[in-house]
């Protein structure tokens, strides 16, 4: 599979078979591309934790909203096989402070954007387009803010670690548009892209193909 075919294949999928796991040797390949993600400084601060049978069983318990399961929610837990993606801040700190680098302090102030939380989203997006090219369908999705304490608990997550997202993985059982997608387009590239200065737009040539 071509990239553009992964990048252009990709959709969010609400819905999966419940009867048809995630091959290990799929899973092995989402878990080699993750990694090659960039990072700043090389920091990798990032950990993914593989729910599976019984441990799927108990992020669900532990994230579960007193008014139980609607509808959306119950399709997204037919997936087999969820990720929890994590970030890990100290990790970039302590890599700042080496003597290459220049924030010996360690302090937070230093970074006006989390990017222990950006390289880690980068990573998941690798995973969802791995996902496509294994056949697999992918959604990625937070924990409600509340549930966030009950999730670390349960798997042994430190307190200092983000829990920045979950991807659910499978066989897609339905690729039906959510209602957000039905009713809201895509932005044009027009609209999104600027040329030298915000709200100028960036003129994009038609896509070309070859032979």
């Known amino acids: 599979m071509q990239l553009d075919d ?6 969010m999928v ?3 078979d419940p009867d048809r796991p995630v091959p290990r040797t799929a899973l092995d390949n989402i878990a080699r591309s993750a990694v090659r993600a960039p990072s700043a400084g090389f920091s990798q601060g990032w950990d993914f934790v593989i729910l599976e049978g019984a441990a799927r069983e108990s992020f669900w318990t532990a994230s579960a909203d007193a008014d139980g399961p609607d509808a959306w929610l119950r399709g997204v837990m037919s997936a087999p096989t969820l990720i929890l993606c994590v970030s890990d801040k100290n990790r970039y700190l302590d890599r700042y402070a080496k003597d290459d680098k220049p924030w010996p302090d360690r302090s937070e102030s230093h970074w006006p954007v989390p990017y222990w939380d ?3 989203g980068m990573a ?3 995973m969802l387009l791995t996902a496509v090219q294994e056949g697999l369908g992918g ?3 937070g924990v409600a803010v509340e549930r966030h304490v009950a999730v670390r608990d349960v798997f042994g997550i430190p307190d200092e670690h983000n829990i920045v997202g979950v991807i ?3 066989y897609a059982s339905s690729t039906k548009a959510s209602g957000s997608t039905r009713s809201v387009t895509r932005r044009p590239l027009e609209d ?3 040329d030298g200065a915000f709200g100028r737009p960036y003129a994009v040539q038609p896509a070309t193909t070859s032979d």
Not at 6 to 11: L, T
């Open 139 to 141: 959604l990625f999705f």
């Open 124 to 126: 998941s997006m690798l």
């Open 192 to 194: 999104t892209f600027h």
């Open 6 to 11: 992964a990048i252009f294949g990709r959709r």
């Open 168 to 170: 659910a993985l499978g």
């Open 14 to 16: 609400r819905r999966f």
């Open 118 to 120: 950006v390289d880690t």
